[in-house]
T-cell receptor, first 113, second 111 residues
Framework: NAGVTQTPKFQVLKTGQSMTLQCAQD?????MYWYRQDPGMGLRLIYY???????DKGEVPNGYNVSRLNKREFSLRLESAAPSQTSVYFC????????????FGQGTRLTVV | QQQVKQSPQSLIVQKGGISIINCAYE??????FPWYQQFPGKGPALLIA?????SEKKEGRFTISFNKSAKQFSLHIMDSQPGDSATYFC??????????FGKGTRLSVIA
């Protein structure tokens, strides 16, 4: 059982380049999330999808877009990468939004130069 | 506005000692308070969680203490071991909203 799978694991981008971070879960979860983790800042929510077909902004959505492709997959796109987007990105999923356990992927370490 | 405030930022504990990490929250509508554990290079994983209808929950060496009137909750790790060295995050949520996390505590347990 793979759980939450993120690709790629590492990526280096030049300022202004675009890329999409992929996330897939095999637990039949309804809700999916994208967080970023920066030193001393904890985990900050970028976007989330409470259920298939819906997406909502989190705490730090600027510079990002998301797509809930189907129930399994939730992608995060950086249209024009900036050095401030250098971070570790985590995808997570949960059976329902809110008061249930969230399962996290292994993370994508992104560096924008 | 930080919804969940976590302290300390880092903690060093002797093997066999008690590790204590504290969190405070403002939103009285929060009704789910989990703690996540993260090892280097890995994603966070749920360690233990509590709901506000109880004041304490214990799972093995890990205990959450919850003080509703003070809007605080804490994680106690008894008989701390080097394998407990990790970053710990408190979090909170209400109803059907996503988790909000504290900034994390880096715990080092030394022999």
């Amino acid at each position: 059982n793979a759980g939450v799978t993120q690709t790629p694991k590492f990526q280096v981008l030049k300022t202004g380049q675009s890329m999409t971070l992929q996330c897939a879960q095999d637990m039949n979860h309804n809700s999916m999330y994208w967080y970023r983790q920066d030193p001393g800042m904890g985990l900050r929510l970028i976007y989330y999808s409470a259920s298939e077909g819906t997406t909502d902004k989190g705490e730090v959505p600027n510079g990002y877009n998301v797509s809930r492709l189907n129930k399994r997959e939730f992608s995060l796109r950086l249209e024009s990468a900036a050095p401030s987007q250098t971070s570790v990105y985590f995808c997570a999923s949960s059976a329902a939004q809110g008061n249930t356990e969230a399962f996290f992927g292994q993370g994508t370490r992104l560096t924008v130069v | 506005q930080q919804q969940v405030k976590q302290s300390p930022q880092s903690l060093i504990v002797q093997k066999g000692g008690i590790s204590i990490i504290n969190c405070a929250y403002e939103n009285t509508a929060f009704d789910y308070f989990p703690w996540y554990q993260q090892f280097p290079g890995k994603g966070p994983a749920l360690l233990i969680a509590i709901r506000p209808d109880v004041s304490e929950k214990k799972e093995g060496r890990f205990t959450i203490s919850f003080n509703k009137s003070a809007k605080q909750f804490s994680l106690h790790i008894m008989d701390s071991q080097p394998g407990d060295s990790a970053t710990y995050f408190c979090a909170a949520s209400r109803g059907n909203t996503p988790l909000v996390f504290g900034k994390g505590t880096r715990l080092s347990v030394i022999a």
